[in-house]
């Protein structure tokens, strides 16, 4: 805005200043990430270490205590009255050095649904957690492959240092060649398991000293210059003689730290430590904050929107029913960003034209949940959502806009979905289609339209558990999965001409998708390759193009 004498300056006028200045201190000072890892990697040890940091929590280890899932959410409960923090069983937002910082969680192993993948869409930068024994996991690698999607930022954290792991370069390695993502390792470790001694941080040429803190205690941070004599006497000479050769490998053939390409999702920066001793846990948070992107402009309708946007913009990611067992409820999440939110604001609804006036914003806490006042991009909010709200549906002020969609990913797992009573049929078909439009679970359906059962396609177990159980108490139909034995499924690109243009094709099933696009299910992924090779002018997606402004079939 260009300066006036202060005498011309109009209430109005200043008012937009001071939104402005709220809005880019926001924006400037928030940053919002997702872990992704495979299951027991450590991400609920990382997490307290990182709240530990924030100020939020005295004592790690007060968080969680294993497979006591409720007791964390009370836990947290507490921890938000005491402090005023806000932990959500969906974010968990901090304040570290005067950034807020939103984690977003994604839901481990036994929740694995379309949801933590949804989740990747909301986020901007993302934490890879690896177990230095283990390396790269099949839940990693999938979450992985969100990211690049939308090539978001991916910082390494190699955890369990103070167990014995594989060898510190075929890690990196294994992250080039599997991933195709370059590395920079930050800091480098000495030794392993019973002899790790503790890091070398690169760019201050300071060894980090590795001591077995007090379980749950920070510990403290024992620094001393590489080339000191005494550093001699604390590690062993053959260890530090292979870290530091090591080193001059990563400095001849490694890498450069290259700030553009960790944006761009090309290269990632590597830290080794131990979540669970509380080793290089702080270094991380430091650095991560210093590289990782604030609030990013995101992809809507007529180009990409601006988090500086004077009006408030955001999407929904994340719909989750039933929070509290106490009301029969949903909660649609929303990411914000553009603008401020406000409590009590009127948005529009991009999908249906409708104005809402949003009164009771939430930040979802556990089982109990707080009022928003006010939001900014890179937060997330929870409304109540009485049937309204889709995944990927758009809310603004202002101009309208619509967002690109949150594209469906791969599912694994296809059930047909019987209802074994026709007197039921109303119900369970109104069941499947809001279910589905509500993004509960994909559904597909046989080309042949007289086998009208659907097929219930899921990324995890859980979504068929929660669709079979939604069915019996919402909508009173009993159903029965008969799994239909495929494991692979790939949109046909080209669609129904280009499928054919090659005639005949084997070890697969044709079906279409809710919005009649060709969809393959294979068996494996041996069949997959195999018709890619037979077939090569057919191009296939694992995930499905986004759709806007097209209504699905139905049931
Ligand atoms: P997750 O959320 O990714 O599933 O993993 P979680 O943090 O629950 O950690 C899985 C196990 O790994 C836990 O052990 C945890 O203590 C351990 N762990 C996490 N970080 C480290 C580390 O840096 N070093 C070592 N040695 N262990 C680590 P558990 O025996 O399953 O549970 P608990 O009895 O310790 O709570």
Not at 247 to 267: C, F, K, T, V, Y
Not at 466 to 473: F, I, K
Request: aromatic share 8%.
């Amino acid at each position: 805005m260009k300066s006036k004498p202060s005498e011309e300056i109009s209430m109005e006028e200043r008012k937009e200043e001071d939104y402005e200045n709220t809005l880019k201190n926001a924006v400037n000072f928030r940053r919002n990430f997702a872990i992704i890892s495979h299951p027991d990697a450590g991400k609920t040890t990382l997490t307290e270490k990182l709240l530990l940091y924030g100020g939020a929590i005295q004592q790690a280890g007060a968080v969680k205590a294993r497979g006591e899932q409720r007791k964390v959410t009370s836990d947290w409960m507490e921890l938000e009255k005491q402090r005023g923090i806000s932990i959500t069983s969906t974010v968990l937002q901090f304040l570290y050095k005067d950034i807020t910082i939103n984690l977003l969680d994604t839901p481990g192993h036994q929740d694995f649904s379309e949801d933590t993948y949804r989740t990747l869409a909301a986020a901007d930068n993302a934490v890879m957690l690896e177990d230095a024994a283990k390396g790269l996991e099949p839940q990693t690698r999938k979450l992985f492959e969100v990211c690049r999607l939308r090539n978001i930022p991916i910082f390494t954290f190699i955890n369990k240092m103070d167990r014995p792991g594989q060898e510190p370069l075929s890690l990196l390695d294994e992250i080039e060649s599997e991933l195709k993502l370059l590395t920079y390792a930050v800091n480098w470790p000495i030794g392993s398991g019973d002899l790790f001694r503790g890091v070398i941080d690169r760019s201050s040429g300071e060894v980090v000293l590795f001591s077995r803190a007090e379980r749950g205690k920070q510990s403290v941070e024992q620094r001393i210059k590489v080339d000191d004599p005494l550093l001699r006497d604390l590690v062993e000479k053959e260890l530090l003689d292979k870290a530091l050769e090591e080193i001059e490998l990563l400095d001849a053939a490694g890498s450069e730290l290259d700030l553009d390409m960790i944006r761009a999702g090309e290269l990632t920066p590597v830290f080794f430590g131990s979540a669970m001793t509380n080793f290089g846990v702080k270094p991380f948070l430091d650095s991560f904050l210093n590289m990782a992107q604030g609030p990013v402009a995101r992809n809507a309708s007529d180009g990409p929107v601006d988090p500086m946007r004077n009006t408030f913009t955001g999407f929904v990611f994340k719909l989750q029913a039933n929070m509290d067992p106490r009301h029969r409820d949903r909660v649609a999440f929303v990411r914000v960003c553009s603008g401020r939110f406000e409590k009590d604001m009127t948005v529009s609804h991009a999908r249906t034209g409708k104005n809402i006036r949003l009164s009771r914003p939430q930040k979802i806490f556990a089982q109990d949940r707080a009022v928003v006042e006010d939001a900014y991009p890179g937060d997330v909010i929870g409304l109540n959502n009485p049937g309204m709200f889709a995944i990927g549906d758009t809310l603004y002020t202002g101009k309208r806009i619509e967002y690109e969609g949150i594209p469906c990913f791969s599912p694994e797992i296809f059930c047909w979905l019987r209802n074994p009573n026709p007197s039921a049929f109303k119900n369970f078909r109104k069941g499947v289609n809001e279910l589905r439009e509500e993004g509960a679970v994909q559904i597909l359906y046989d080309i042949d339209q007289s086998k009208r059962d659907p097929i219930l396609a899921a990324v995890g177990q859980l979504q068929l558990e929660v669709v079979q159980h939604r069915l019996e108490n919402e909508y009173s139909v009993e159903t029965r999965l008969d799994p239909m034995g495929y494991q692979v499924a790939r949109w046909v690109s080209g669609g129904w001409s280009s499928l054919e243009d090659v005639g005949r094709i084997f070890n697969c099933k044709t079906v279409q998708d809710s919005w009649q696009r060709p969809v393959l299910l294979f068996k494996n992924k041996w069949n997959l390759s195999q018709l890619e090779q037979d077939h090569s002018s057919l191009k296939l997606s694992a995930v499905a193009p986004v759709v806007s402004g097209v209504n699905p079939i139905t049931l």
